[in-house]
């Protein structure tokens, strides 16, 4: 079995551009190589003749057409009333860095 070392955890950290004290790389040293262990223990059951699966609660989509309702104003009177438009669309803020 794979196991992770505490370089590996380094640069995990490094990637997920994370700061680990000492205390904390030890600490996640033991939890990912519990977490390879379960997955590794899960590779090795027998799932022939199980059907694949994404769901096993058995709820569906529940699917609707749309429809277009007409409330009696132009988009361009309800425009009127914001803050901000650009090129009719509301215009708000950058909500992404």
Do not use: C, W
Not at 27 to 44: K, W
Not at 60 to 86: C, F, H, W
């Amino acid at each position: 079995m794979a196991r992770l070392s505490k370089d590996d955890v380094l640069r995990l950290a490094h990637l997920a551009r994370i700061e680990l004290s000492e205390e904390e790389v030890s600490e996640f040293l033991i939890e990912l190589n519990e977490v390879l262990a379960y997955v590794q223990q899960l590779q090795s059951s027998d799932t022939e003749g199980i059907r694949e699966t994404n769901q096993v609660n058995a709820l569906t989509n529940v699917m609707r057409d749309d429809q277009l309702i007409d409330y009696g104003y132009p988009p361009s009177e309800l425009l009127k009333n914001l803050p901000a438009v650009l090129d009719d669309q509301i215009q708000v803020k950058r909500m992404v860095e």
